[in-house]
């Protein structure tokens, strides 16, 4: 993992689609799942247009830390 913004991140490659497809049900590219500490999906963001460094975001991000 990685921290940016102070939450620790981290950021997996799905090289053979078997989590994507299998666990996730998931075929549209790109899609990004956004992971509570329980292991839930708190977000799907389907597209590339993420602006991760954004207010909202962060403050979506920093708000699953404080859930936890």
Avoid: C
Avoid at 23 to 45: N, R, S, V
């Amino acid at each position: 993992g990685r921290k940016v913004n102070g939450a620790n991140v981290i950021i997996g490659h799905d090289a053979d689609k078997s989590i994507s497809r299998d666990l996730y049900k998931t075929y549209m590219i790109p899609e990004t799942f956004i992971i509570a500490p329980d292991g839930k999906i708190a977000e799907k963001i389907t597209g590339a247009d993420v602006l991760w460094d954004s207010p909202d975001m962060v403050e979506k991000i920093k708000s699953l830390q404080k859930a936890r």
